[in-house]
């Protein structure tokens, strides 16, 4: 985990993961975290506290690069979890580039509804821009056809014809799936 000063207290070695931090420009408070390796059982408490050093100093807009994340067990999630908590009564956190992995646990988990997740950090950026608050996103959403139980992706709300059985599927904004 490297800070380059930014952070006090933050550098420590950790072969399972490393952490480069950098400044998010236009962003009050902004930090990005850019994520090698993997976040576990053996190492999310250690992530959790050295980022908490982050938030402690200032930081409370974190942008997350999981482009690297390798891996991320449940206690990972609920390290994110616990940093959300810590960030959310005067900032917020954002995830991009996540592997579809990664991705596709956190809505298995029911977590994609919970985690702002975005594509890039120029989206992650622009979250922060417009108010850095409010629902995050869901969409994609990874559904299964209520006919055949396929599994789908929906890049957003409207109707839709499963290619497996044919079926009309209609999303809602809420993330809710139906036939018709």
Do not use: W
């Not at 807009?61 to 482009?67: A, E, K, N, S, Y």
């Not at 992706?153 to 993330?175: N, Y």
């Amino acid at each position: 985990m490297r800070s380059d000063g930014m952070v006090p207290g933050f550098d420590e070695e950790d072969d399972g993961l490393k952490i480069v931090l950098s400044p998010v420009a236009k962003v009050s408070g902004g930090l990005l975290l850019t994520l090698d390796g993997h976040v576990d059982t053996y190492n999310s408490f250690r992530f959790q506290k050295r980022v908490r050093l982050a938030v402690e100093s200032g930081f409370v807009r974190l942008v997350f690069d999981c482009g690297g994340l390798s891996h991320l067990s449940s206690s990972g999630v609920g390290s994110f979890m616990t940093l959300l908590k810590a960030v959310r009564p005067t900032g917020d956190l954002v995830l991009f580039n996540v592997p579809p992995k990664v991705l596709d646990l956190l809505r298995l988990l029911g977590f994609s509804g919970i985690f702002n997740i975005r594509e890039s950090v120029d989206e992650a950026v622009a979250f922060f821009a417009e108010g850095g608050s409010g629902e995050p996103a869901i969409f994609p959403l990874i559904l299964r056809c209520p006919a055949c139980r396929k599994r789908l992706e929906a890049k957003s709300p409207g109707r839709f014809r499963c290619p497996e059985c044919g079926a009309i599927l209609a999303v809602g904004l809420d993330g809710s799936v139906s036939l018709g």
